[in-house]
Each structure stands twice: as C-alpha cells, then as structure tokens.
C-alpha cells in the first residue's frame, strides 16, 4: 500500500508541472489513477447476476405513442439535445483527420448526415435541438474547421472537448509528457465514460439547463442508425417515443439495447444486479467465466456463458438518453465511478498505460434507469471498409439524411462481408471498386488477395473470390456471381 501512496504522490508532483491541461484534468486523472491503485472490484458474482424483466428492459414496441398534437411534439423535442461523439479518428481505415469526415454515401460524411437529420427534424416540427460534438484533442482543429461549413443551417453546432489524460509509463508510474513526450503521443482521450464531467468543466451542461433542456441523447458519430426522427420513412419508428417515456416515467438514463447475433458476442449486455439495472461487460466475467470465453473462440464444447445468445440476449448499441440534472448533481457529487478499462500500449519502444472508461457503465448510478430494446435499425454502426460496403450498396437507400434499409432485401440480417487487408484502407478500397455491386440477395462474401471490381456486378448467395498468389483477378462489367467460389478468372 505505502509503494501505491508513493506512487500517487509522485505523479501528483509530476502532474502539478503539466501545463497543457487544466486543473480539472489534472483532478479528473489523479483520481483515476488513485481508483485504479486502490484495486476497486471489477468483478460480478456471477451468482447474483439476474435477467432484467421488462420493466427493466422495456420492449419498444410497448412504448407509448408520441402525442398525435404535433405543438406536443414540439415542446417534448425543445427538451433535447443531441451529442455526437467525435473524438476518434478515421486512422483505422487509412484516413486522416476525425472519423466522422469520412464519405458515407452520395458524397456525403457522417458529420454531413448528422445536421442534415437534426435540420429536418427542427424544420418539421418547428423545434430547436442543438447539436453538440464532443472532440478529442486530436479531432478539436479540424472539427472547428469543418463545422464553418454548416453555419447558414438552421441548427445550433456547439463543440467542447473531452479531457486530456497523460499517458503512464508503465515502469516507473511517471506522466509520459514529463519524460519529453510532449507531443500527441503522450496524451489520450479517457474514453467516452469522460462525456459526463467534460460536458460540466466545459461549461457547456449549465448553458443547456438554462435554456430548459432536459435529456441528451448521446451516440457514437460513426452509427449511422443513431437518429431522433424516422417517421415519415419507418412506420411506427421514432426515437421521440423513447424521450416521451423517460419523461413520464422519469427515467434518469436509457441505454438502447438491441437483440444480440453471433457477430456481436462481446459487446457488453445489461443485467439486473443487486437490485440495480447494470452494464456487464467482458472484462468483468469471472474468471471461470472468462477461460471459457477464450475457449469458445476455438468452438469449445463449453457452453460460454457470457458470449451465449440464450443467456444474453441482448448487447448495448452506446445510444444514451441521460437526463442533464441528474449529469450535475452525480458529477458534482463525484459519485460517477465507473469500471476502469486499462489499455496498455507502446510509444516509442516504451510501455505505456491508459485508463479509460465507458458512458454505458454510468447506467447504474443513475435514478430509475432502464434499457430499452430497440429495432436493430438503430445499430449500423460504420467501424471498416467492409460496413462501408454494406451502406454504399443497394441495400440501403439515403431518405434526408437518413441511411434507410432498401425494403427489397426479403432477409432481415445483413449479409457477412470479409474483405482482405488489401480493402482495408478507404482509397484502396474505393479504387478496387469501379462501382459497387448489387448485394440485395447476397448472404456472405469474403474477398482477399488482389481482387479488382468492374461495374454493375451482381452478387447472390454464398460468393467467396480469393485470388491465387502473384495473380490480379479482376471480375467483369456485368458479372453475376451466385454461391460461387473464384480462385482465377477461369472460376467466373
């Protein structure tokens, strides 16, 4: 215990000599380190882990219709407001700048998609929601830049960033920075859990009480199924039917949840624990629990327990809906400790610690807070080349902003797309695309090797195209590929 109280004392020391960050950050930081030192439980019993009820997890489609008056409507969304999530970069799929400036579709980005989707619903209903975006240190320049672009909508942009955290060098617990790491490198973004005491220190939560906003609606930039409004394009689908039930209900916080597959086993699920609605994530599995989950990755015999689609059924799609008094008097409180995700990485040849954490795991330090079982609709977020596929082909059609399933795919799920390292970047995946294909009957694809693609190819079925070593396979103009496996151009 005496080598952690060292340990804490001296970063301290060190921290007190960052300039680059505020005196909130440097609070928000030590107290992080000191909650990680102290060795918090991050564990469940598994025992005690319970099956919400619906009460808990309210099935959607029970929900309360919005008022038919659309001047209710009206005052129900002038409560609101809605936050993106902009701190990551588009680096993973060989961009520069933030993800969020990335071509979606028809030329236009997320961010693009975004306050078209917000102008629409204020000029439909003669409301004013505001759009905040919370940046990171390393997408705050461009974001302001960009944002110039949409000053003339009829929308309020409003930007603030998140903290900025020194990374810990692992060997001697010393700030990155203070060892000459000045530059990006030695800082991070604390992960999204960050959104609640940014949006106080920033200034920005007071501002919007005063303006007699209620709840924020907060969802990752790049999840394209993220919207307040669909009505006029999906029956019976309006994300203002959500903010009408915590209203009523008076509900602190909703985590939207929505029925997991097997291509989402380690997303983290909701349970009922100790009386509290809690999210369960995979680093919090009990050990025994844990081996198996490994162990399943090799289809053990096993039943995995936490990955299992029988026992939980559900997984979070990180849209929040959080009530903004309840964000000041918890973070004011200092009552927000969320589980802390150490992410160990490499600088430079020198290991490296950050801690960060989630905004779903607030969910159990908030009054009355439920999930909501939501159309999976509401989950198509864009993390690779190969989601990039998916909502720039014909299964999908753009309605104002609005990224809407082409009702011709008979198939509920989305198909299965595999694309080689060769696609993984956004260049090289568009120039191995003449155009995209038609994929409205395709069930998977995997694509590897140095693949080419003409125009207006059809895919049906099962298509797998692995080019042999050293050869450039380049399907047709025209082709029409069904449950067909292509090594060479003699396959096609």
């Known amino acids: 215990m005496a080598t952690d109280t060292a340990k804490i004392s001296q970063l301290k020391s060190a921290v007190a000599n960052l300039n680059q960050i505020s005196e909130s950050e440097k609070t928000g930081f030590v107290n992080l380190v000191s909650r990680y030192l102290s060795g918090e439980a991050q564990q469940v019993e598994w025992s005690k882990i319970q099956t919400p009820t619906d009460e808990v997890v309210v099935p959607y489609d029970t929900l309360a219709p919005t008022p038919e008056d659309p001047e209710e409507t009206r005052k129900l969304l002038d409560k609101l407001v809605v936050l993106k999530l902009n701190g990551g970069l588009g680096t993973t799929m060989g961009c520069t700048g933030p993800k969020s400036v990335i071509e979606v579709r028809n030329g236009l980005t997320f961010l693009d998609l975004i306050v078209i989707q917000i102008e629409n619903l204020n000029k439909k209903y003669g409301c004013s929601v505001p759009l905040l975006l919370m940046n990171s240190f390393n997408t705050h320049d461009d974001t302001q830049k960009i944002i110039e672009k949409y000053s003339n909508s009829n929308i309020e942009i409003h930007t603030f960033n998140q903290s900025q955290y020194p990374r810990i060098v692992v060997d001697d617990f010393v700030p990155l920075p203070s060892k000459g790491h000045t530059d990006k490198d030695g800082w991070y973004p604390p992960g999204h859990g960050d959104v609640f005491p940014s949006l106080k220190n920033s200034g920005k939560l007071d501002a919007l009480l005063s303006k007699g906003k209620e709840y924020v609606f907060v969802a990752n930039s790049d999840n394209l199924g993220a919207v307040v409004d669909l009505t006029s394009y999906i029956l019976d689908l309006s994300a203002t039917e959500i903010l009408n039930h915590l209203i009523r209900n008076k509900n602190e916080y909703c985590m939207e949840v929505t029925p997991k597959t097997l291509a989402d086993v380690k997303g983290g699920t909701l349970i009922s624990y100790e009386g509290k609605v809690q999210l369960l994530e995979i680093a919090q599995v009990p050990d025994q629990h844990a081996r198996d989950t490994i162990e399943v990755l090799a289809y053990s015999v096993e039943v995995n327990e936490f990955k299992s689609i029988e026992k939980f059924k559900i997984f979070n799609t990180n849209n929040l809906w959080v009530n903004l008094k309840a964000i000041k008097r918890l973070v004011e409180a200092d009552a927000l400790k969320m589980e802390i995700i150490p992410n160990p990485k490499e600088v430079d040849g020198v290991k490296v610690l950050q801690l960060e954490t989630a ?58 797309i595999e694309l080689g390292p060769e696609f993984k970047k956004v260049a090289s995946f568009l120039s191995r695309f003449k155009s995209i294909p038609s994929i409205i009957e395709l069930d998977s694809l995997k694509v590897a090797s140095d693949v080419w693609f003409g125009v207006g190819i059809t895919l049906k079925g099962k298509v797998s195209i692995v080019a042999k070593s050293g050869v450039k396979l380049e399907i047709p103009d025209g082709a029409v590929l069904q449950n067909k496996e292509i090594n060479g151009p003699e396959d096609i």
């Open 359 to 416: 905004a779903g795991a607030a969910i159990r330090f908030f009054d009355h807070a439920i999930g909501i079982n939501v159309p999976r609709s509401r989950f198509l977020p864009v993390k690779a080349t190969s989601d990039l596929l998916l909502v720039q082909s014909d299964l999908y059609t753009l309605v104002d902003g609005f990224v809407i399933q082409n009702p011709a795919r008979t198939i509920p799920a989305n198909p299965s």
